[in-house]
């Protein structure tokens, strides 16, 4: 059985989570700056996969005019190779920027739920 299964301690750091059963222990302007915080990341969030989705849309009308110029096979495959890598770069920019947003946000809710306690 594992350590963590028997309930031994670890030597990792343990992640704080807070208990929100007793929310009288938050200051009500760290949970509104909180709230603030999730509501305009997701806001953020979202019209990043909007504007995602339409650039994707208008990428793909693009690739199926180049699709339609082709000559022969060898043409065929190396304009889908191109189509795919532009996607696939394009795809990998957008899930990287929006893991960026999200981190942000997680470090700033553990900033605010986990204030630095005096010693």
């Given at each position: ?54 650039a994707s849309l208008q990428n793909h009308m693009a ?57």
């Amino acid at each position: 059985m594992s350590e963590r299964r028997r309930g031994e301690a670890s030597d990792k750091p343990q992640l704080a989570i807070p208990n929100f059963a007793n929310l009288s222990e938050y200051a009500p302007p760290d949970l509104l700056k909180l709230t603030g915080s999730v509501v305009s990341t997701l806001s953020e969030v979202n019209s990043r996969l909007i504007s995602f989705a339409q650039a994707s849309l208008q990428n793909h009308m693009a690739a199926a005019d180049e699709l339609r110029q082709v000559q022969n096979p060898k043409d065929l495959v190396d304009v889908q190779i191109r189509i795919a890598r532009r996607a696939y770069d394009d795809y990998v920019e957008e899930a990287t920027k929006i893991s960026e947003i999200v981190q942000k946000l997680s470090a700033d809710a553990l900033a605010a739920l986990n204030p630095p306690r005096p010693m």
